[in-house]
């Protein structure tokens, strides 16, 4: 598995429009070939930024996811890791 890393500024401060900007981002990235989860927030520090992580079945669409959301959006940083160790949820 392979996991899209984003950081973003520019979201609204304005914790009622939060979700629908949330759902916009999920709807479109939920389309993306081998898309398996996604999550998306704001800063606990700073409202006005917005942390994504996308979860993927292979490092080639983790690229692709990568490269279509840099060619369309402004200011988004972007990192690909490779999930190297899963540890189930305790209980």
């Known amino acids: 598995m392979w996991v899209v890393i984003g950081e973003q500024r520019g979201l609204s ?6 979700p629908a900007q949330f ?8 389309q993306s ?5 996604g999550w998306w927030g704001a800063d606990d520090t700073d409202p006005e930024v ?3 992580l996308v979860m993927l079945d292979s490092l080639g669409n983790a690229r692709a996811l990568k490269q279509m959301v840099e060619q ?3 200011g988004v940083r972007l ?8 540890v189930p949820p305790a209980g």
Not at 13 to 18: A, C, H, L, P, V
Not at 33 to 37: D, E, H, I, M, T
């Open 13 to 18: 401060t304005d914790s009622g429009e939060r």
């Open 50 to 52: 917005m942390h994504v």
């Open 72 to 74: 369309n959006v402004t």
């Open 23 to 30: 759902e916009h981002m999920a709807e479109v990235t939920r």
């Open 33 to 37: 070939p081998g898309f398996v989860r």
């Open 79 to 86: 990192r690909i890791m490779e999930v190297g160790v899963e």
